[in-house]
C-alpha cells in the first residue's frame, strides 16, 4: 500500500502518519489490498480539514471531513471511509451472490430440459366419451369445476372437446 501526504499549511508530522497508518489498517483489512492512498491536511484558522483519496483497481473512494482538531478530522473522515468500503465490499458480495443464484437457476433449467427428453405420463384420466349435444356439454363444464369435457357430439359422431377460456367463454375442439 502506497500512503502519500500532502500538507497544506501543516507539516506532516510523524505521529500524524502513524496514527493515519494504523487507522488504515482496518480499511486494508475490509478491501484487500489498496493501490494508492492520498491524505491531504490543511488547516486554515481554526479549521482543520482532512481529505483521504483511495485508488484501488476497481474503484475509487474519497472522504473530507472537517473539525477543530486534525485527530479528529482524520479519525472522522477514516470512519467515513471504512463505510464506504463496507458499503461497496457488500455490493460486491450481493453481485457475486446473485451470479451464483443465476447460475444454479441456469443449471437447474437444463436440468428441467435434460429431463424433457426422457418424458413420461404422471397421470391420466381415462374419459368415457358420452353421446351428447354441444350445449349439453358446455352446461356441464359449467356446473362442474372441471376445465373441460370430451364427449361424442351426437350430431357429427365424432369425439370433441368443450373447455373453458381464460376470459370466461367457452372454446369446441372439434377433429
Given amino acids: 500500500m502506497k500512503v502519500e501526504y500532502t500538507g497544506r499549511q501543516i507539516e506532516v508530522s510523524p505521529a500524524i502518519q502513524e496514527f493515519t497508518e494504523e487507522h488504515l489498517k482496518k480499511i486494508r483489512k475490509i478491501l484487500g489490498e489498496m493501490l ?22 476497481t474503484f475509487k473512494i474519497n472522504g473530507i471531513e472537517e473539525t477543530h482538531d486534525m485527530y479528529a478530522s482524520i479519525n472522522a473522515v477514516l470512519e467515513k471511509i471504512e463505510r464506504q468500503a463496507l458499503k461497496h465490499k457488500g455490493k ?6 446473485k451470479s451464483a443464484a443465476t447460475a444454479q437457476a441456469t443449471v437447474r433449467a437444463e436440468a428441467v430440459s435434460g429431463n424433457s427428453e426422457a418424458r413420461r405420463v404422471i397421470r391420466s384420466s381415462s374419459f368415457a366419451a ?46
Fill in 36 to 57: 494508492e492512498v492520498h491524505v491531504i491536511l490543511t488547516v486554515e484558522k481554526y479549521r482543520h480539514t482532512a481529505e483521504i483519496n483511495l485508488k484501488s483497481r
Fill in 130 to 175: 358420452k353421446p351428447m349435444t354441444v350445449e349439453e356439454a358446455v352446461q356441464e363444464v359449467d356446473t362442474s369445476n372441471s376445465e373441460f369435457i370430451v364427449f361424442r357430439n351426437a350430431e357429427s359422431e365424432r369425439v370433441s372437446v368443450v373447455y373453458r377460456r381464460r376470459d370466461g367463454n367457452f372454446g369446441l375442439i372439434e377433429p
Fill in 92 to 97: 460486491k458480495i450481493d453481485k457475486k451472490r
